[in-house]
């Protein structure tokens, strides 16, 4: 299953991570007491699926500030509790046993959650991780802001360069140091696979660190799997060099041969990206500032869509202005490029030569720009 960074459908910011401990129960309840929320008004309760988006496990109205929803799970899993006309959602990480929420419908859906034994624990994880998260979270809005007024380009570079540099606090210290503290959380293994961006060698060694409830577990396996192909391709040299692949255009229908494409620019990012990924579209505006300025000069992009929904694709690719060619299979995880390149998660992206050389991966923003400036001078 591929899953967004950043936000899921990018939900690894804040969702909420439950170690795994014995199971008594063969079921679970989940019981919302919302103070304010309007009689009548819609839950949702959903869970990821394969290739993108959600399923939807259970739905029902409030009834005098209420909900109740009962189900099982085979293992704990990511499930996000909707209201309708609601943006944000709240997360749990499910389990069979029992959960009240409790709060107000103007905090939604900052509330309190009480289930679990270990939910403290989750408590201290998300305090330690929404620091940057939200310090990058009011960033983003205020370059959507300055967005809108083009003639301050100083302001939105020192915007995107503060951003960039809280991000890279929180991959290369808060993940690593949180994944650390607590080797007996599932949510651990979730943030190794998904979220923490380093080669498979090093995720591996993350894994080994963890206890072996929770490299049992279903986010544990699906690591372990992974990462295990990935050690014996970085082993064999395997990625780097960019495999070729060719998909459809969205414009024309006709084949795009990757290799064929490297060879008439200088330089080639190739964009991983899906129509459902948040993180990937919020990327856009900046990176066709990118592609303007060095356009003439060699680079070109490639965006390769991992969506299963052509009219979604089509419809991201028109709302966001996107001007270069644009791919895909729409078999979303089972597309030839998820399994070519790995994509357990999106955005991913590399930047390759003219003869399929990867010069850098999963480099945006001023960190891309930095590398084209010394390319293409």
């Not at 909900?67 to 943006?87: N, S």
């Not at 998300?126 to 300055?146: C, G, P, R, S």
């Not at 660190?209 to 192909?229: A, D, M, P």
């Not at 895909?328 to 992206?349: N, T």
Request: net charge positive; charged share 25%.
């Amino acid at each position: 299953m591929i899953i967004t960074q950043k936000a899921f459908f990018f939900l690894p910011f804040i969702v909420l991570s439950l170690p795994i401990h014995a199971q008594e129960a063969n079921s679970y309840t989940i019981t919302a007491h919302i103070e304010g929320v309007p009689d009548g008004t819609e839950y949702f309760l959903r869970k990821n699926k394969e290739g993108g988006g959600t399923d939807t496990v259970a739905r029902g109205a409030v009834v005098s500030n209420r909900l109740h929803i009962t189900g099982a799970v085979r293992e704990p899993e990511l499930h996000f509790l909707f209201l309708k006309d609601q943006k944000e959602y709240f997360p749990l990480l499910l389990e069979n046993d029992k959960f009240s929420i409790r709060g107000a419908f103007t905090e939604w859906p900052k509330i309190k959650v009480d289930g679990p034994a270990h939910n403290k624990e989750y408590q201290e994880m998300k305090a330690v991780l929404n620091v940057d998260l939200d310090k990058a979270k009011e960033l983003k809005d205020e370059i959507a802001k300055y967005s809108m007024n083009l003639s301050d380009t100083a302001r939105l570079r020192k915007l995107y360069k503060e951003r960039d540099s809280v991000l890279n606090h929180y991959y290369e210290v808060l993940l690593p140091t949180v994944i650390t503290k607590y080797p007996n959380n599932v949510y651990s293994a979730f943030l190794i696979h998904k979220q923490l961006k380093t080669n498979a060698s090093e995720k591996l060694k993350f894994f080994k660190k963890l206890s072996s409830i929770v490299q049992q577990s279903k986010y544990g396996r699906e690591l372990l799997q992974e990462t295990q192909i990935l050690v014996k391709s970085e082993v064999a040299g395997v990625t780097n060099s960019a495999p070729d692949f060719s998909l459809p255009a969205l414009q024309t229908g006709e084949l795009v041969s990757l290799r064929e494409f490297a060879s008439s620019n200088k330089y080639t990012y190739v964009d991983f990206w899906a129509s459902w990924c948040k993180p990937c579209r919020a990327q856009f505006p900046e990176l066709k500032e990118i592609y303007k300025e060095y356009r003439n000069k060699g680079f070109n992009v490639l965006g390769v869509s991992i969506d299963k929904d052509k009219a979604a694709w089509k419809k991201a690719v028109k709302e966001e202005g996107l001007v270069w060619i644009n791919v895909s299979d729409l078999k979303g995880s089972k597309s030839e490029v998820s399994i070519l390149y790995a994509l357990s998660y999106i955005p991913r992206s590399v930047l390759i030569d003219k003869n399929g050389k990867i010069i850098a991966r999963n480099i945006h923003g001023e960190k891309l720009k930095g590398k084209l400036k010394e390319l293409l001078p």
